[in-house]
């Protein structure tokens, strides 16, 4: 599949952006582990334009991460336009806009799935934006605000005659934030509408071979898209990205080892304290410890777990990790 000029080859994986989690130092391990396209933490408009500090530093990408791509969100269609301008300036591969995002200091405001309420104006901005920049504009989103307004079939269209190159949809409605379970059959209804022609990425419940499978075969998605999965899990694009075939039979990696696993969380540790500071970066890293599933099943893991979640130094975090990998390797 391809978005702009951009050739991600075939049934590509890409990293979901999410708030306080596809920081640069993540979203480059994810790459190195195989992703095909990664994207930054949403980048509030309003503050762009504003130029608040900590969200320019949103905009900061590396070479060695692409393709990659900035994602946008806001209700304000100046603020959106002007800011998807200075996303520009960045050199983005892709300008993704977000009318996804359930949480309610953003959809309560209007914004990222709020726009789900407001289509003439969702389709508005995305027209706008697509004519202010050069760069491949996209959009994320939902199946609609709730299951009496499933309007993602018609909304598909709408958004591809706006001059969007490529539509990400998560397969839940706002309503449901992240709890039920995601509904792919609409999203292979989009793709497999004759009128639809950009590319259609699928996101939401990927955590195994089987579900990529899934999607690829029965939905007929161009890419999938992984988001909570992720977390404390970066090589997961590695595990779920054939290396060949046997007799038409996709062949996968060996799954790497629990020792190798615990190297990469030690490594995504330090990179955080290098790249912002010790505490900070140690909470940074916090989500990841808590969701990895290197310890799952260990037995009394409680209080290791508290501990490590207490942790306030590299030293002692990493003491505890080194624990873990002990007990991980006797049990």
């Known amino acids: 599949m391809k978005i702009g000029n951009t050739d991600f080859g075939e049934k590509p994986l890409f990293l979901a952006p999410m708030e306080d989690v596809t ?3 993540f979203r480059r391990l994810c790459k190195r582990f195989g992703a095909a396209m990664v994207y930054t933490e949403f980048v509030s408009a309003e503050a762009l334009v504003r130029d608040v500090k900590s969200t320019v530093d949103k905009l900061t990408i590396a070479d060695d991460e692409r393709p990659v791509g ?25 300008i993704d806009i977000n ?20 289509i003439p104006l969702m389709l508005q901005i995305t027209r706008e934006v697509v004519k202010a920049v050069n760069t491949p504009v996209t959009v994320k989103t939902r199946l609609g605000w709730d299951h009496n ?6 909304l ?11 539509l990400t949809i998560h397969g839940r409605t706002r309503s449901q934030m992240y709890t039920g379970s995601a509904d792919w059959t609409l999203i292979g209804e989009v793709k497999n509408n004759p009128r639809i022609h950009i590319p259609i990425i699928g996101n939401g419940d990927i955590h195994s071979i089987s579900d990529v499978e899934q999607a690829f075969n029965n939905y ?3 890419a999938v898209m992984i988001g909570r999965a992720t977390f404390g899990a970066p090589w997961i694009f590695r595990d779920l990205t054939p290396i060949g075939c046997d007799n038409g039979v996709p062949v996968y990696p060996e799954p790497l080892s629990a020792d ?10 330090a990179i955080n304290i290098e790249r912002i500071d010790e505490r900070r970066g140690i909470i940074h890293t916090r989500r990841h410890l808590a969701s990895t599933p290197v310890f799952k099943g260990i037995p009394d893991f409680r209080q290791t777990r508290i ?6 130094t590299a030293d002692e975090l990493t003491s505890i990790l080194e624990r873990c990998r002990t007990i991980v390797g006797n049990s």
């Open 156 to 166: 598909a269209e709408q958004l591809q005659d706006c001059g969007i190159q490529a």
């Open 23 to 25: 920081d640069i130092g």
């Open 220 to 222: 007929g998605v161009d």
């Open 307 to 312: 501990a490590m979640l207490r942790a306030e």
């Open 70 to 94: 900035i994602q946008i969100y806001g209700r304000d269609l100046d603020a959106m336009v002007e800011a998807a301008r200075i996303v520009e300036q960045a050199h983005p591969d892709v």
């Open 99 to 118: 009318f996804g995002c359930p949480v309610k200091k953003v959809a309560g405001k209007g914004a990222g799935a709020g726009m789900l309420r407001n």
């Open 260 to 269: 190798e696993k615990i190297d990469v969380l030690e490594e995504l540790l």
């Open 149 to 154: 307004n499933l309007i993602i079939p018609q």
